[in-house]
């Protein structure tokens, strides 16, 4: 835990450098603070190499440790047909282990680096309030995916970093970027018809539903899941029925709570975000309400299952919570209200990482250090 707490640490340093020196931009119709590259690299070059180092017993290492190792040097020994899904990951995995055979680490440090360096470029693009971004990068412990889920994480982080296509509407641009990232991560075809949704004004009729439907779901959850296993349980996706209706577990309570606080905050402020009209807002505020709305479901049924899809939509919260505590609030009441926040997601990420998590351990065979 160490490590983990010396992150946050920097994290909290960031706020208080970021709220004392930074660069403004010009955002259409308003004024906004930006981080600079040397705040960015005070959190994210320890953060990306002790990922990078890692050894075998963080998170779900192991089990891409043992599929790097099975993985054979030669392309002509692959039979491409019997790989499944994530077919651009395993040839990057042959890439990286021609050129290091017997050594995982360049590969888990190289794939650190690219999740790394494109969720810093997406803070340092979009956020309004550099040091709180990076703080709740750690403190919600959205920064356990680089450790654990790390494929998943590649993907999640190149799309952040370029949700300027979004933003902008080029939507064969980003179309042909999910194409490209499904052959990594193919959870990632959601973002295909959510591209669509996000475009709604935030707490406008589409997103009203979009809200009233996850309570719709979760309530009967139990009984379409019924219906709907019924379906799958002859096709190739019957383990994961079994999983469903045996070990899967609600979501915490306290973490969908936690989930809440931008939608809460974005409906208090809802007239400064229609005042401002700034699409990169409205997308990442529409973001939040369909991170709450998966985790509403996710308290009836599986929250790991839902967690999966909705981490694509979460990571907005490190884009739309800052720019909420900076323009719903005048100066003062908005300096309470971080704190309030600050305090709020510090007792979280204990609960997180020290009830829930189990004091998450860190070690690294190749530094030769446990923290």
């Given at each position: 835990?160490?490590?983990?707490?010396?992150?946050?640490?920097?994290?909290?340093?960031?706020?208080?450098?970021?709220?004392?020196?930074?660069?403004?931009?010009?955002?259409?119709?308003?004024?906004?603070?930006?981080?600079?590259?040397?705040?960015?690299?005070?959190?994210?070059?320890?953060?990306?190499?002790?990922?990078?180092?890692?050894?075998?017993?963080?998170?779900?290492?192991?089990?891409?440790?043992?599929?790097?190792?099975?993985?054979?040097?030669?392309?002509?020994?692959?039979?491409?047909?019997?790989?499944?899904?994530?077919?651009?990951?395993?040839?990057?995995?042959?890439?990286?282990?021609?050129?290091?055979?017997?050594?995982?680490?360049?590969?888990?440090?190289?794939?650190?680096?690219?999740?790394?360096?494109?969720?810093?470029?997406?803070?340092?693009?979009?956020?309004?309030?550099?040091?709180?971004?990076?703080?709740?990068?750690?403190?919600?412990?959205?920064?356990?995916?680089?450790?654990?889920?790390?494929?998943?994480?590649?993907?999640?982080?190149?799309?952040?970093?370029?949700?300027?296509?979004?933003?902008?509407?080029?939507?064969?641009?980003?179309?042909?970027?999910?194409?490209?990232?499904?052959?990594?991560?193919?959870?990632?075809?959601?973002?295909?018809?959510?591209?669509?949704?996000?475009?709604?004004?935030?707490?406008?009729?589409?997103?009203?539903?979009?809200?009233?439907?996850?309570v719709i779901l979760g309530v009967g959850f139990d009984c379409f899941w019924s219906s709907f296993s019924s379906v799958l349980e002859d096709t190739t996706y019957s383990a994961y029925v079994d999983y469903m209706s045996t070990d899967a577990s609600g979501v915490n309570i306290v973490r969908v709570a936690v989930i809440a606080v931008p939608v809460i905050l974005a409906l208090w402020g809802r007239r400064a975000v229609e005042e401002l009209e700034y699409p990169l807002i409205r997308v990442s505020i529409n973001m939040s309400v369909i991170t709450l709305a998966l985790y509403i479901v996710a308290i009836f049924s599986s929250g790991m299952a839902v967690?999966?899809?909705?981490?694509?939509?979460?990571?907005?919260?490190?884009?739309?919570?800052?720019?909420?505590?900076?323009?719903?609030?005048?100066?003062?009441?908005?300096?309470?209200?971080?704190?309030?926040?600050?305090?709020?997601?510090?007792?979280?990420?204990?609960?997180?990482?020290?009830?829930?998590?189990?004091?998450?351990?860190?070690?690294?065979?190749?530094?030769?250090?446990?923290?």
């Amino acid at each position: 835990m160490t490590l983990y707490w010396g992150l946050l640490i920097l994290s909290i340093i960031l706020i208080v450098w970021g709220e004392n020196f930074y660069k403004t931009v010009y955002c259409g119709n308003h004024w906004e603070s930006r981080g600079t590259w040397v705040q960015g690299l005070v959190l994210f070059v320890p953060l990306i190499f002790f990922c990078g180092m890692r050894g075998a017993g963080v998170g779900d290492t192991q089990a891409y440790i043992t599929g790097y190792e099975d993985i054979p040097t030669n392309f002509s020994e692959i039979v491409w047909s019997e790989l499944g899904k994530g077919k651009l990951f395993v040839l990057y995995e042959i890439i990286c282990k021609h050129f290091s055979p017997d050594n995982y680490t360049p590969w888990l440090f190289s794939l650190a680096l690219i999740s790394g360096v494109f969720f810093l470029i997406g803070i340092k693009r979009y956020s309004a309030f550099f040091g709180m971004s990076c703080f709740w990068f750690i403190a919600s412990t959205m920064f356990i995916y680089m450790f654990n889920g790390i494929r998943q994480c590649v993907v999640v982080s190149v799309i952040f970093a370029f949700s300027n296509l979004i933003v902008e509407k080029k939507f064969w641009k980003y179309l042909i970027m999910i194409l490209i990232l499904a052959t990594i991560h193919s959870s990632v075809l959601v973002m295909i018809p959510v591209y669509f949704i996000i475009q709604a004004k935030p707490w406008g009729r589409t997103m009203r539903l979009v809200l009233v439907l996850a309570v719709i779901l979760g309530v009967g959850f139990d009984c379409f899941w019924s219906s709907f296993s019924s379906v799958l349980e002859d096709t190739t996706y019957s383990a994961y029925v079994d999983y469903m209706s045996t070990d899967a577990s609600g979501v915490n309570i306290v973490r969908v709570a936690v989930i809440a606080v931008p939608v809460i905050l974005a409906l208090w402020g809802r007239r400064a975000v229609e005042e401002l009209e700034y699409p990169l807002i409205r997308v990442s505020i529409n973001m939040s309400v369909i991170t709450l709305a998966l985790y509403i479901v996710a308290i009836f049924s599986s929250g790991m299952a839902v967690g999966r899809i909705a981490v694509y939509f979460e990571i907005y919260n490190m884009i739309s919570l800052p720019w909420l505590l900076k323009h719903v609030f005048v100066r003062n009441s908005s300096r309470f209200v971080s704190i309030i926040c600050i305090i709020a997601y510090l007792m979280y990420f204990y609960v997180q990482m020290v009830i829930s998590y189990g004091n998450l351990p860190y070690s690294s065979d190749f530094l030769g250090i446990s923290l």
